[in-house]
């Protein structure tokens, strides 16, 4: 008997922990929906250590990617997800190549999500600006993502390579859900998995610690804030755009 595959949801993003501050309150709605998960992380996080670091060596710097690196397989342990994808582009120094963009669309070929969720590559000037949200590294993911989902990823002529030495056929992804964009759209009730996206968050212990409550009350308070924009209880929201 044949078993029909799960569709696939991915979050894209440019650093460990991006993902559960942002969005996997949506990726742990959808896995309860039926959904496989994963998340893709561009940068190898080597620069994610501490601001006060006076060793700036090599061997730390590996250091941090090997901590953050675990720290995302038990976050996704937490999660419940099928995998973690690393694509080790230099943390801190991320630009929107077209070897990026082909890097992902390598990504997008192979799993096949319908679902993609992704930074905004602009900035939402807000009162105030949210410094953080807006890191070079987010927006630059941002714009590469965008680039691969359309129309890179469906097209046979964009980085043809992929299909005739490779075996990757084109594949479009039928869904964007763009966190942190100056327009969002929808939003999604995050109610029910608040207490686990949370529990995924301090997996990042290196960058949140083990335990913050004084955080956790900040994401919850944040959660309220964004639910109440769509008449939900909790939320996260997104620009939601379809690939028709």
């Known amino acids: 008997m044949t078993t029909t595959p799960k569709p696939v949801a991915m979050s894209i993003m440019a650093h460990p922990d991006d993902a559960e501050f942002s969005s996997t309150g949506a990726l ?8 496989d998960a994963y ?29 953050r ?27 929107p190549t077209l070897q990026l963009r082909k890097d992902i669309v390598r990504v997008l070929r192979t799993y096949k999500p ?5 930074q905004s590559p602009e900035r939402y000037w807000g009162t105030p600006l949210g410094v953080a949200r807006y890191h070079p590294d987010h927006i630059a993911a941002g714009t590469a993502v965008l680039a691969a989902l359309y129309p890179a990823s469906q097209n046979p ?8 030495e490779e075996g990757l056929l084109p594949h479009k992804v039928k869904e964007f859900y763009i966190v942190g964009s100056p ?21 990042h212990a290196s960058q949140v610690g083990a335990e913050n409550p004084e955080l956790d009350q900040r994401m919850h308070d944040w959660a309220v804030e964004l639910g109440a924009r769509f008449e939900m209880p909790m939320a996260e929201i997104f620009h939601r755009t379809e690939n028709n």
């Not at 893709?40 to 901590?67: E, F, K, Q, W």
Request: with cysteine; aromatic share 8%; hydrophobic share 45%.
């Open 157 to 164: 002529w964009d980085f043809p390579e992929l299909m005739t």
């Open 183 to 203: 327009q969002p759209n929808i939003g999604i009730d995050i109610s029910a998995v608040f207490a686990q996206k949370l529990y995924a968050l301090h997996a």
């Open 28 to 35: 742990l709605t959808w896995i309860n929906e039926g959904f």
């Open 114 to 118: 319908t679902r993609v969720i992704c």
């Open 39 to 67: 998340i893709c992380v561009i940068t190898d996080a080597s620069a994610g250590g501490s601001d006060d670091a006076t060793d700036l060596s090599a061997a730390a710097r590996h250091v941090t990617i090997d901590t």
């Open 69 to 95: 690196k675990a720290e995302q397989a038990e976050s996704a342990r937490r999660l419940g997800l099928k995998g973690v994808i690393h694509l080790d582009y230099p943390d801190g120094r991320l630009y």
